[in-house]
């Protein structure tokens, strides 16, 4: 059975706006990675979550992780929770992107890799390699901080192999926002 997982996305990085940002380094203002910290404890605490939680090794993730450690978690860094590789066009401005180059990867969403880093399907690769192995493990519920790409593709897996339209593709979280994977039932009043 595969476990619960609390998917929390990073605080909005400083330098992040109009940018295509996938592996760039950039920092967080602190108060907004402590406050997320905050709400994770909170969530922990009133739903009986383990004191265990996966980040990403980008300093947008780990700044989280840094306080919940500072409380007693375990904080774990895996470098498969990582944002997609957006290979030439990482950092560049999106205007920057050449159109053509976009054009192409919207054209096949699933197989090209965008500025020649990762491909949807590699990311998605990395989602189902951890999610088996926490699964693995036994885990019920794994709690990670981790980017909107990733988070969009454990929540909305790829069936089948033809071609991924790229106008459907669902947009990320907003920073700060919990996704719950398997998502909970429905409740539907009686």
Known sequence: MAPVFWCWRHPRARGAAGRCIGRTELPVDPRQARRLAHRIRAA??????????????????????????????????????QELDFGRWDGLAWAAVPWAEVQAWEADLRHHAPGGGESLAQLQARVRAFVAER????????????????????????????????????????????????????????
Do not use: K, N, Y
Request: proline share 11%; hydrophobic share 50%; glycine share 10%.
């Open 135 to 190: 699964a693995a493990a036994g885990d019920a519920a794994v709690l990670l901080v981790g980017h909107g790409g990733w988070i969009t593709a454990l929540a909305h897996p790829l069936a089948g192999a033809g071609p991924v339209d790229a106008a459907r593709w669902p947009a990320p979280p907003r920073h700060g926002e919990l996704v719950r994977w398997p998502a909970p039932a429905a409740v539907h009043p009686r």
């Open 44 to 81: 922990v605490r009133r739903v009986g979550l383990p004191r265990v939680v996966w980040v990403s090794p980008r300093e947008r993730s780990r700044a989280v992780g840094r306080w919940l450690a500072r409380w007693g978690f375990d904080c774990r860094v895996d470098a498969r929770l």
